[in-house]
């Protein structure tokens, strides 16, 4: 198992930052770093665009690689999204993966003027939308007719490193919708947040949908975004416990905060052992990385502990 870096662009994401998060992933062995792509979730802070910041992240580094947990099919048109992450894609020699989802935000939608569809016509939206960027990956010249989307006689250059074959990621557990299209189109499922139960019940659900295809559920990689509040000693547990307290407005006692978060969200909590029993639980299912979120842009601690604690112990699993 590799344990990655997510972070949440929305939440006061400056440039400064954002190069100094990339140098602090290399020096540290950290193998992944991934971003979400929201213009606003609560109050508005700086949100530096996904996109722009990818095309740093490939001249800033020269190892991890980068995506999207994930790209609404919302807020861009699959050409757009097609053609940026091509060149990006080229840009860092294959080391950025596309993530994609259906959107599910509405309040940004509709405080941005972007359409925010029906549960089903965004599906609909996301399945024409992989197939969009399939075809500008591939061989030219390319049509693709749909519903919602079309293009006709295009070749789109550059290509990515690996053209059509160029991975990617499709995030979301939704049992009637995501996952028959993960099974369908996904090199990478991802997924936010679950107890290892849930996800056993969304992998075997997801095995079924690949069965239903002819696919083996091994070619599909698993991954999982996980918000966690991990330290090696109660002190510092309760210490980063009380600053995560202080962003979202919380009171009470660190113990209870974390009881709460890990009953009514799932978190990734407690101290060094606890946390490799829970993330030896989830490789055994296969699920071979997990991102932690960064909350505190301004801190290196987490990022040092995760990859000198945790990320050793968990790397045979």
């Not at 987490?302 to 112990?313: F, G, R």
Request: aromatic share 10%; with cysteine; net charge negative.
């Amino acid at each position: 198992m590799r344990i990655g870096l997510m972070v949440e662009g929305q939440a006061g994401l400056t440039w400064e930052r954002w190069i100094h998060i990339l140098h602090t992933a290399e020096r540290l062995g950290i193998p992944s770093l991934f971003r979400s792509d929201h213009y606003v979730i609560g109050r508005y802070q700086s949100s530096i665009d996904l996109f722009l910041s990818f095309a740093v992240a490939a001249r800033e580094t020269k190892n991890i690689r980068f995506g999207s947990l994930v790209s609404p099919m919302t807020f861009r048109s699959p050409v757009d999204v097609g053609r940026m992450s091509a060149q990006i894609n080229q840009l860092s020699n294959g080391r950025m993966l596309l993530g994609v989802g259906a959107g599910w935000h509405r309040p940004e939608h509709d405080a941005y003027g972007i359409p925010f569809y029906s549960e089903r016509v965004r599906a609909e939206r996301l399945e024409e939308a992989i197939c969009v960027i399939k075809a500008l990956w591939g061989p030219g010249p390319a049509s693709y007719e749909g519903k919602h989307f079309n293009v006709k006689d295009v070749d789109c250059l550059p290509k990515p490193v690996f053209g059509a074959d160029t991975p990617i990621l499709i995030g979301g557990s939704g049992e009637k919708r995501t996952l028959p299209l993960v099974a369908r189109y996904a090199d990478e499922w991802n997924c936010v947040n679950m107890q290892p139960e849930t996800y056993q019940h969304k992998l075997d659900v997801l095995t079924d949908r690949c069965n239903e295809l002819g696919r083996d559920i091994s070619t599909v990689h698993q991954s999982m975004m996980a918000f966690g509040l991990v330290a090696d000693d109660e002190r510092t547990l309760d210490r980063f416990t009380k600053f995560h307290m202080s962003q979202s407005g919380a009171t009470g006692s660190p113990a209870a905060y974390r009881e709460a978060k890990v009953k009514d969200s799932n978190w990734i909590v407690g101290l060094t052992s606890e946390v490799i029993d829970k993330l030896g639980r989830f490789a055994g299912m296969g699920l071979e990385e997990v991102q932690f979120q960064h909350f505190n842009f301004a801190s290196d601690e987490v990022p040092e502990y995760l990859s000198s604690e945790i990320a050793p112990q968990v790397a045979g699993l």
